[in-house]
């Protein structure tokens, strides 16, 4: 393939997440081997200084991005321009900026804003689809799921609603990338045209290594929130103490809850670490026995499971959504009953007394990495969908 000119679009969260590395990934990748990549990005940071109903009307439509997409594809011609997140400040209006200068669309659906208002089919706990197929989320509104707001929640719903109406999702973008086959159902199922939904994975670059699994230890990764499904591995740690050590990795909002049950409780065996830097978070996964992953929600593709998968590091993960597909029972991992900590201590008790098996999963593991969520393959991957819509000779 002849080396491309490609508009990356992004629009950064007020809190940094995957879809930021993501974003930041695909970009070294295709750099590292020759395409020209241009950036537009804007931040939710500037929400701060917007009213409800100004942000509402921004969500829909940007003069402000529509103008400026257009000015640099006008300037500097890309071959394709392609979207990791628009909301809510870039918004839907840079879609037809491409539009009006002829370029084609690509659009990386990391979660589910076009399917449900909060994004993660989740509400009270549980995983929600009340709003998935329904042309206005209404049930949304009324739950108030976006920012705990019936207002803002509906001015997410207006905006994809609207757009629907006017044929964007289905006209303007020429592919869309799904992270899994799970996510491409759920999208077919919410009335995206199936054949513009390609399923192409995350990716680690580069190579962390193998580990060697020398800390007796199992580890969770993520963050510290009702949906991630912490304090059910904590309920499962309250039984499991001290049979093995559980380090934590991570913030957000149920810090101090976790903390409390961890003194509350006398978990000597659970060691909170917090944030830590990334290398130090690689080293760990590189020594730990198993990686917990306990997640109560659908999920699209944790990049930590790639990168346990490339350190060579099994996972015991709740049976929901995607995981199904990414991890393989017995060969890289193990499922329990999501929100089960019982199930939990059973599958966390079967790893403990069965290291042969586990070193066969770590080993099994990382061949899958080197296989499908690698530096070569996925930079494979991403010029396969982008075939899709160019004509190149």
Not at 18 to 36: I, Q, S, W, Y
Not at 161 to 189: C, E, M, P
Not at 248 to 274: A, M
Request: hydrophobic share 45%.
């Amino acid at each position: 393939m002849k080396k491309l000119q490609v508009l990356l679009v992004h629009n950064f969260y007020q809190q940094s997440g995957g879809e930021d590395m993501v974003f930041a990934a695909e970009k070294n990748l295709l750099a590292a081997r020759g395409h020209e990549v241009i950036e537009y990005t804007d931040n939710n940071f500037r929400l701060d200084a917007m009213n409800s109903f100004s942000a509402a009307l921004n969500t829909i439509w940007s003069d402000a991005s529509y103008r400026s997409i257009r000015k640099i594809i006008s300037s500097s011609r890309p071959d394709i321009v392609h979207f990791h997140n628009t909301f809510l400040m870039i918004s839907p209006s840079a879609y037809y900026a491409c539009r009006e200068e002829g370029v084609p669309i690509i659009q990386t659906l990391h979660n589910y804003r076009l399917l449900c208002p909060l994004a993660t089919f989740y509400r009270n706990s549980k995983v929600c689809e009340d709003c998935l197929g329904k042309f206005f989320a209404l049930p949304g509104i009324y739950h108030a799921c976006y920012r705990d707001s019936r207002l803002q929640t509906a001015g997410v719903s207006v905006m994809v609603s609207l757009h629907k109406i006017l044929g964007t999702w289905n006209s303007l973008v020429n592919a869309y990338i799904v992270l899994t086959d799970f996510s491409r159902q759920k999208f077919i199922q919410g009335g995206l045209p199936a054949s513009k939904i390609i399923v192409k994975p995350n990716f680690i670059a580069p190579d962390p290594g193998f580990g060697n699994a020398s800390g007796g230890f199992a580890l969770f990764v993520g963050r510290l929130s009702t949906e991630k499904g912490i304090l059910t591995m904590l309920k499962a740690w309250k039984i499991l103490s001290p049979h093995i050590p559980l380090k934590i990795i991570g913030d957000g909002p149920l810090r101090s809850e976790v903390l409390q049950f961890i003194e509350d409780n006398s978990l000597k065996s659970v060691e909170y670490l917090g944030a830590v830097h990334h290398d130090q978070v690689l080293s760990l996964m590189k020594d730990a026995n198993f990686l917990v992953f306990p997640s109560e929600c659908y999920e699209g593709f944790p990049l930590v499971i790639a990168e346990a998968f490339a350190c060579g590091l099994p996972i015991i993960s709740s049976a929901l959504g995607g995981m199904l597909e990414i991890i393989q029972d017995k060969i890289t991992g193990m499922f329990f009953a999501h929100g089960d900590a019982n199930d939990l201590v059973e599958k966390v008790v079967w790893a403990i007394d069965h290291p042969s098996e586990i070193s066969q999963m770590r080993l099994n593991a990382r061949k899958i990495y080197v296989e499908k969520y690698s530096e070569e393959i996925a930079y494979k991957n991403i010029l396969r969908v982008y075939e899709t819509v160019l004509d190149l000779p």
